[in-house]
């Protein structure tokens, strides 16, 4: 028989990814050292304090039924947090749980748009941002970011006929993948652009936790007007490293959540038992983890970008996230072709600038998923491979 595959199922054919954990593989069978610096999966223990909160409820038979609900706790530690944490007071109604702001991502589009309608996404920008829409049959346009503007976007470039018919605008900050951080004055024309054409904004917050130069992360909902226009999106999983328990927020304009919560009750049944009395720990337990581990991706960061400037390779600082974003050395064009012979050459996976838009040609992003000694063993690969001209 014949299967005849959705124009969606053909839209996730394999690509770089792919091929990138091909070589891989071929290289480690070859007895090679890999520096697997792809993908953005903490390589920090979860807090013990966490692990024992999830492993107690887990103990408990009435756990394992149907969540259906955020349990009370949890909404009240919400609460709590953004409001320590970010100056942000939140009603009850203006909070709810998702499976990981990826699956988020993937089906917020519902719950404010039909068919053909027009979402905002950056470019370069974390690709969910713009299969998510897709998925949900609207239609993207991409703003760009461009190193020159701070990677941020200029709101008055955007053409008013787009504006106009723009639906909502996604917004990410500290950035996934160019690090970029955004200030004050940014978001408060930010709040004025989506009031002016009525565009919902959704900003994804997964690193307000990692900025670097003894500042700290703020919430796009600590501003003025924020509510009125928009949800944000919190994770615990870069923050807290708990990334397979899947599970962030979205907190905002009420209206916004109570609709995106019906559209999410046909989807699943409510958050695993065990996985939200872990984020109330989490949430109500000792921030000074993520602190700590703030300043070890800071030194990371420090510890990469000038390995690889002492080597020849000019990469500037990042102001924050889990990420490096560095320009193609002198003599690369191509950041796909760079980045396999950069594998074979070196052993250093890096994912490249490609993948997350056009816009991104000409950049690769390393994960700060090592030590230290780790990455300066890396940088040390690359020079002896010879790759740097």
């Not at 106009?164 to 996604?170: D, E, G, S, Y």
């Not at 816009?359 to 690769?364: C, K, R």
Request: charged share 25%; proline share 5%; net charge neutral.
């Amino acid at each position: 028989m014949k299967v005849t595959f959705s124009r969606k199922a053909n839209m996730f054919e394999a690509g770089i990814f792919a091929v990138l954990n091909e070589k891989k593989e071929e290289l480690e069978k070859q007895g090679r050292k890999i520096y697997n610096l792809s993908v953005g999966t903490p390589d920090f223990e979860t807090p013990a304090h966490i692990r024992r909160a999830v492993e107690a409820a887990a103990r408990e038979a009435d756990h394992y039924k149907y969540a259906l609900t955020d349990l009370p706790q949890l909404v009240e530690a919400v609460r709590t947090f953004y409001q320590k944490r970010f100056g942000v007071a939140l009603e009850p109604q203006e909070i709810m749980s998702m499976n990981g702001s990826q699956e988020g991502m993937a089906h917020f589009a519902w719950t404010l748009c039909d068919p053909g309608d027009v979402v905002l996404v950056p470019n370069p920008g974390y690709p969910i941002f713009k299969i998510g829409p897709l998925l949900c049959d609207a239609r993207t346009v991409e703003y760009p970011l461009y190193e020159k503007n701070g990677f941020l976007p200029v709101l008055s470039a955007i053409p008013e006929e787009t504006a106009r018919a723009a639906k909502f605008m996604v917004v990410n900050y500290p950035s996934n993948p160019t690090c970029a951080v955004a200030n004050d004055d940014f978001y408060r024309e930010l709040i004025a652009f989506a009031k002016k054409y009525e565009i919902v904004i959704l900003h994804d917050n997964a690193y307000s936790d990692i900025i670097f130069g003894k500042k700290q992360g703020g919430s796009f909902l600590q501003y003025e007007g924020a509510k009125e226009v928009g949800v944000e999106f919190y994770s615990l999983s870069k923050s807290f490293d708990y990334t397979g328990a899947r599970l962030s927020f979205c907190l905002g304009n009420r209206e916004i959540v109570r609709k995106f919560r019906a559209i999410r009750t046909q989807i699943d049944y409510g958050v695993f038992l065990p996985v939200q009395y872990g984020a109330i720990a989490a949430l109500t337990g000792p921030f000074d983890c993520v602190i700590r581990q703030c300043a070890e991706y800071e030194r990371r960061s420090r510890a990469l970008v000038r390995g690889l400037c002492g080597i020849g390779w000019q990469v500037k600082e990042s102001a924050g996230t889990m990420f490096v974003w560095a320009p193609l050395p002198d003599g690369y064009t191509d950041s796909n072709r760079f980045c396999l012979e950069l594998m074979e050459r070196s052993g250093v996976i890096c994912v490249p600038g490609s993948s997350f838009g056009s816009l991104g040609e000409g950049y690769v992003r390393f994960a700060l998923v090592l030590p230290k000694e780790g990455l300066l063993e890396a940088v040390e690969a690359i020079r002896a491979s010879g790759i740097i001209k």
